[in-house]
Antibody
Framework: EVQLVESGGGLVQPGGSLKLSCTASGFTFNSHEINWVRQAPGKGLEWVSYTRSSGATIYYADSVKGRFTISRDTARNSLYLQMNRLRAEDTAVYYCARQSAGSYYPSFDYWGQGTLVTVSS | SVLTQPPSVSAAPGQNVTISCAGSSSNIGKNYVSWYQQLPGTAPKLLIY???KRPSGIPDRFSGSESGTSATLGITGLQTGDEADYYCGTWDSSLSAVVFGGGTKLTVL
């Protein structure tokens, strides 16, 4: 069974840092590109970042560029999101989402349950 | 949002509904669209990908189409369980980013 499990969310002060993890199971991690997508309370979906399975290609939304860093550890079947200089507007549920193999991007066929990040003093 | 969806649509059980997603030449005009259903308190679920394809397990009551710089999600034979938020998404070649519509809340009266 394909599973994506996020962790690392919590309450952080403005200007602080947090590192999210997404642990994958049930599929060959190297065969899929993984994304971070967030959803502010009561708002719509916002794509955050993407890394190709090789890690060679990375994209970020303009809203997080220069502050967030995506990385992946193949040995641990894990994807990470290092978030620095956090702002109140970064408050959201953060999902990791798997790109469907063989489909045009974006086709996110599996999503984690999400982890809540709250930026507040 | 870069992609424009109606904030809400509603219809009675058994009826049909369409949800539009308007974009531009830099996104829908040259890239493929996917659609997601988000039930309250849950993660989004892929409904349609590559404009028109359905993942296994998605009933054929759900369909997708695309024309020019717009895409449409169709749902036939509405059920109360279809009440959810629906999002379209695609790649924007100018922004080098995935863009989503603002979401459409479907109410089954």
């Amino acid at each position: 069974e394909v599973q994506l499990v996020e962790s690392g969310g919590g309450l952080v002060q403005p200007g602080g840092s947090l590192k999210l993890s997404c642990t994958a199971s049930g599929f060959t991690f190297n065969s899929h590109e993984i994304n971070w997508v967030r959803q502010a309370p009561g708002k719509g979906l916002e794509w955050v970042s993407y890394t190709r399975s090789s890690g060679a290609t990375i994209y970020y939304a303009d809203s997080v560029k220069g502050r967030f860093t995506i990385s992946r550890d193949t040995a641990r079947n894990s994807l990470y999101l290092q978030m620095n200089r956090l702002r109140a507007e970064d408050t959201a549920v953060y999902y990791c989402a798997r790109q469907s193999a063989g489909s045009y991007y974006p086709s996110f066929d599996y999503w984690g349950q999400g982890t809540l990040v709250t930026v507040s003093s | 949002s870069v992609l424009t969806q109606p904030p809400s649509v509603s219809a009675a059980p058994g009826q049909n509904v369409t949800i539009s997603c308007a974009g531009s030449s830099s996104n829908i005009g040259k890239n493929y669209v996917s659609w997601y259903q988000q039930l309250p308190g849950t993660a989004p679920k892929l409904l349609i990908y590559d404009n028109i394809k359905r993942p296994s397990g998605i009933p054929d009551r759900f369909s997708g189409s695309e024309s020019g710089t717009s895409a449409t999600l169709g749902i036939t034979g509405l059920q109360t369980g279809d009440e959810a938020d629906y999002y379209c998404g695609t790649w924007d070649s100018s922004l080098s980013a995935v863009v989503f519509g603002g979401g459409t809340k479907l109410t089954v009266l």
